[in-house]
């Protein structure tokens, strides 16, 4: 795969998306469900399954998808990202369904790929715990082999719609090491609560396990570098919402600097409002270059970790700054409560944090590439 | 029998992408020049010899159509003769006639002067440098006030240009010069090939903040230049400005990610041999130059694959040079800073860290966004030209 080639297919795919959310999913919408009780519209839930196969778009056939690629997957994103759409989707299909997929586990992908190729199982992905740690040798729940299963016990926090996910991925450590189980969101010793959160669009979950039962998924015993490819899957999925929606505020910033009028002229002749907007596009489109290289080598072990935590670092905060730049032209009306500007910064911010901050990505890449190796 | 002018040249269809890379490599390696000789004389002579090598053979110009001695290459090819060219490390085109004047004149030229002038320029028989910019006319090129006046069939030529590299070896000296009233602007604007070597042409080296003399100045003092050396329509130069073969440039665009990979390398390996990757607040830095420069290589991946798939560079390869050029001035005072007071020490002292050349570096690149177009003038054209924003109501009118 070589990166930077958009097929005639990507550009449909783009567009029917684009087309489906433009249409029930504006920002009035968009509105109306981040207040509501289940978070999400199940009707475009439902049209995005149904009509457009995005479920199932970068699963394997056998187990009901299309056999896509993280790359169609990250046109979907970058969609998704633009529209700011709340939806179970990134913790269904580009987490849980993802991570399946990968763990090469046959007995799992057969049980619950199917539901989540066609859009009738929801699903998360529970990593992180109290200490806010995003590595997997951090991990502190308990996974004690019971019988022919497991039951595990400890908190995981900042797991998306982890208070809602009817099917939970859950990072626990067994006595060989860290390693991936499934649990039944309804499961007794189940007890979940929805944190309240800056991204007002994207809900996260505590989930506090007491003896709940578990089947292992994936590679028994240490599962460490598994973990890491887990993590790797997550962030390459984010890394494309983070352009989706910093091309939104660079094109929500254009367009306001274009109309608006002081001084007799369009605020967007002045140098001023240029310049920010220049480095706004200079750093969605480095952002682009690094979230569409690293789902390009997603599939190729020996680039796929220091191409993802390059996407990573550098499509965080390049979100982070295209929607403080948004905000800022926008002036007072961007201020507003009634403006989106503070929802994608809220986003953005948020989104900064998941899976690990852009340092940590730094940090990682250092010890990738040898920067902080021997003399 | 093939005659040894065209031995480089082969219809593309004749060979593979593969099997053209493996001719070009092995003609670049069997043909190398050797190393770079330090006396200027000798390095003079040992680029214009290979220049003319590389012309006689057929190997050079790329993007240049063939009746002028140019390779005619899709741009396909074009991206694997410049790879191959950078990774041979060769010398490249002397002064900036090749890249920048000789894309005018084959789309603009007469043909008496394509053909008296194109294939000294690409064979190195003759140095071209530009001269456009002036001291009161630098980011406002429009502004400029060296005059052309008719006198006959010729022009006499007086003022000063600016900031102009390798005029001290040029023979022929592209120009912008006022032909229209001085209020004309850009419609009064024509395109002059001058000779350097005519009398009234003085060229002096200008002395730049690094200490040494990478560009010089020119003073035309009633310099007759013939009308027959004017490109274009008398008073109708300014649309010749930007003139390139296709996308010939962003053929390129991986080679300087490659430069500064190898340089980034080997300020990583400066670090760890200093013992300063202990700390986690350089290493952070480093990682961050880590990033920026694969993302430098990403981008050239995709400005390259934009072009195959739809013929048009895309919006990423607009910010290219921005953010290259932030790259490496950040990189260099980085460099500095890492090697805290030995990093100020100057390139001839004998305890200058790598014969200081991260310092001259740190001075050297605040040309960065200052040379062929300041940073805050790109971003105005990428805001204007990429993202639509509407021109400053203050500037004349359709200045640009």
């Not at chain 1, 979907?76 to 987490?95: D, H, M, Q």
């Not at chain 1, 590595?135 to 809602?164: C, N, Q, Y």
């Not at chain 2, 200093?274 to 700390?279: E, L, N, P, S």
């Amino acid at each position: 795969m070589v990166t930077g080639f958009v097929t005639p297919e990507h550009d449909q795919l783009r567009a029917a998306v684009r087309e489906l959310l433009a249409d029930r999913s504006p920002s009035a919408a968009v509105r109306r469900w981040m207040e509501s009780g289940t978070g999400y519209d199940p009707e475009v839930w439902r049209l995005m399954s149904e009509q457009l196969g995005l479920h199932g778009l970068a699963l394997p056939e056998r187990y009901g998808g299309a056999g896509g690629s993280l790359v169609e997957l990250g046109i979907v994103l970058e969609e998704l990202g633009r529209a700011l759409l709340p939806s179970p989707f990134f913790a269904t299909v580009a987490l849980a369904g993802q991570v399946l997929a990968a763990s090469g586990d046959e007995a799992a992908c057969e049980r619950w790929l199917p539901g989540i190729a066609d859009g009738s199982l929801t699903a998360t992905l529970a990593l992180a715990e109290e200490g806010g740690s995003w590595r997997p040798e951090d991990v502190a729940t308990k996974a004690i082999s019971v019988g022919d299963g497991w039951k595990l016990s400890g908190t995981k926090m900042f797991v998306i719609d982890g208070h809602s996910a009817e099917l939970l991925l859950v990072v626990a450590r067994s006595e060989a090491g860290p390693g991936l189980f499934a649990v039944d969101g309804e499961a007794p010793g189940v007890y979940r609560t929805r944190l309240d959160t800056l991204d007002l669009t994207r809900r996260l979950g505590r989930i506090e396990l007491v003896d709940v039962p578990a089947v292992r998924v994936g590679p028994d015993g240490d599962a460490t570098a598994f973990l890491h490819e887990v993590l790797d899957l997550a962030l390459v999925a984010l890394a494309a919402e983070q352009v989706g929606g910093a091309q939104t505020c660079l094109d929500a910033a254009v367009g306001h600097a274009k109309v608006r009028v002081q001084f007799d002229r369009p605020i967007g002749s002045f140098q001023a409002i240029k310049h920010k907007c220049a480095d706004m596009l200079l750093r969605v489109e480095a952002a682009r270059s690094a979230a569409r290289h690293a789902a390009a080598v997603a599939e190729e072990p020996a680039e796929r970790s220091a191409a993802t935590v390059v996407a990573a670092a550098y499509c965080a905060e390049a979100f982070t700054f295209a929607a403080k730049e948004n905000l800022q032209i926008h002036g007072g009306i961007g201020y507003t409560w009634e403006h989106d500007a503070h929802l994608f910064l809220r986003r953005a911010k948020s989104s900064e944090h998941l899976f690990g901050a852009p340092a940590a990505h730094r940090t990682r890449l250092a010890e990738l590439t040898g920067i902080g190796g021997p003399r | 029998m093939t005659s040894v002018a065209t031995a480089g040249r082969r219809d593309e269809a004749a060979e593979t992408d593969d099997e053209f890379r493996a001719r070009l490599r092995a003609f670049l390696t069997d043909r190398h020049p050797g190393r770079r000789p330090r006396d200027p004389d000798e390095r003079l002579a040992w680029q214009k010899g290979w220049l003319a090598t590389l012309f006689d053979a057929g190997y050079a110009g790329p993007s240049w159509p063939r009746e002028y001695g140019g390779m005619a290459l899709s741009f396909a090819r074009q991206v694997i003769y410049q790879e191959e060219y950078a990774r041979a490390r060769l010398p490249r085109p002397l002064g900036t006639g090749v890249e920048i004047a000789g894309p005018t004149l084959i789309r603009y030229g007469t043909t008496e002067q394509k053909d008296r002038f194109l294939r000294p320029l690409l064979r190195g028989d003759a140095i071209w440098a530009q001269g456009y910019s002036e001291p009161d006319a630098g980011s406002d090129l429009q502004a400029l006030r060296t005059t052309a006046s008719r006198d006959g069939e010729e022009y006499l030529v007086n003022g000063q240009k600016v900031w102009n590299s390798a005029a001290d070896l040029a023979d022929v000296i592209f120009t912008l010069v006022r032909t229209g009233t001085p209020e004309s602007r850009q419609h009064g604007i024509s395109y002059l090939l001058i000779d350097a070597h005519a009398p009234g042409v003085v060229v002096r080296p200008l002395r730049d903040l690094t200490g040494e003399a990478h560009f010089c100045e020119i003073f035309f003092t009633d310099v007759r230049v013939p009308v027959a050396d004017r490109i274009g329509a008398e008073d109708d130069g300014w649309p010749l400005v930007r003139t390139s073969l296709g996308h010939e440039r962003a053929a390129g665009a991986m080679n300087q990610a490659a430069v500064y990979r190898r340089v980034l390398d080997e300020l990583i390996a400066l670090a760890r041999d200093r013992g300063a990757t202990t700390d986690p607040l350089v290493r952070d830095r480093l990682a961050d130059f880590e990033i920026r420069v694969r993302i430098m290589r990403y981008t050239g991946m995709r400005t390259i694959a934009d072009i195959l798939a739809t013929g048009e560079p895309g919006a990423s390869s607009s910010t290219s040079r921005l953010f290259i050029a932030t790259f490496e001035q950040d990189l260099h005072e980085f460099a500095v800073d890492l090697l805290g007071p030995y990093g100020v020490l100057g390139r001839h002292d004998a305890q200058a860290v790598q014969q200081g050349r991260w310092v001259w570096g740190f001075l050297r690149t605040r040309a960065s966004t200052i040379g062929a177009g300041t940073a805050e003038i790109q971003r105005n054209t990428i805001a204007e030209q990429v993202l639509g924003l509407p021109r400053d109501p203050a500037l004349p009118k359709d200045s640009r």
